[in-house]
């Protein structure tokens, strides 16, 4: 009895660990998602030509960007702990 209760409180470590490590991984590609964005309409706004379509451009940057600064401020410290 004592066995098979200590194999299934492994069993439920091991799963916690492997779920802190793919949050953990989550929080770090978050970061780089929105990062991803953000570039990716600054490159968009440099061809753009039309001031109405480089104002929408400018203003999902900014929105990306802003995304990118508080994902790093929400998860700093907690990404890369014990991976």
Same mark, same amino acid.
Do not use: C
């Given at each position: 009895?004592? =066995? %098979?209760?200590?194999?299934? $409180?492994?069993? =439920? =470590? #091991?799963?916690?660990?492997?779920e802190?490590? /793919?949050? =953990?991984?989550?929080? /770090?590609?978050?970061?780089?998602?929105?990062?991803?964005?953000?570039?990716?309409?600054?490159?968009?706004a440099?061809?753009?030509?039309e001031?109405?379509?480089?104002?929408? $451009?400018?203003?999902?940057?900014? /929105?990306?960007? #802003?995304? $990118?600064?508080?994902?790093?401020?929400m998860?700093?410290?907690?990404?890369?702990d014990? %991976?």
């Open positions: 009895v004592y =066995r %098979i209760n200590w194999l299934k $409180a492994r069993a =439920r =470590r #091991d799963r916690w660990k492997e802190v490590s /793919l949050v =953990r991984h989550e929080m /770090l590609w978050t970061g780089l998602w929105f990062e991803y964005h953000k570039k990716m309409w600054e490159q968009r440099l061809q753009l030509t001031p109405g379509k480089e104002a929408y $451009a400018n203003k999902q940057m900014g /929105l990306w960007s #802003d995304f $990118a600064s508080k994902a790093r401020l998860f700093h410290g907690k990404q890369m014990g %991976i």
